[in-house]
Nanobody, 123 residues
Framework: QGRLVESGGGLVQAGGSLRLSCETS????????MGWFRQAPGKEREFIAT????????YYANSVKGRFTISRDNAKNTVHLQMNSLKPEDTAVYYC????????????????WGQGTQVTVSS
């Protein structure tokens, strides 16, 4: 079974930046797509971005396009989410997830998940 561990969350002022990381271990050979999702208090978990492990093909939610960038470091088995121009509405727990096939924004396409990292954006 694979394991995903997120890091890099914290408290930042509006307009600031954070870089999240998701380190994978275990059955990384079975990963085709990595995704980032988030869940704000009282809201459903929502899709943010995906990247394919081999080709690096990316896909973003409209709400973060132009502000967030997903990338991967294959040598370190790590996926990053660079978040710029943060807004208070970006406050949420951020999760990374892995899929064994090409996946986009459907959460059911991802078969294992990290524990999440808290991002809080103050106004």
């Amino acid at each position: 079974q694979g394991r995903l561990v997120e890091s890099g969350g914290g408290l930042v002022q509006a307009g600031g930046s954070l870089r999240l990381s998701c380190e994978t271990s275990g059955r990384t050979y079975s990963i085709y797509t990595m995704g980032w999702f988030r869940q704000a208090p009282g809201k459903e978990r929502e899709f943010i971005a995906t990247i394919t492990w081999s080709a690096g093909t990316t896909y973003y939610a409209n709400s973060v396009k132009g502000r967030f960038t997903i990338s991967r470091d294959n040598a370190k088995n790590t996926v990053h989410l660079q978040m710029n121009s943060l807004k208070p509405e970006d406050t949420a727990v951020y999760y990374c997830a892995a899929s064994p096939h090409y996946a986009l924004d459907g959460q059911k396409e991802y078969n294992f998940w990290g524990q999440g990292t808290q991002v809080t954006v103050s106004s």
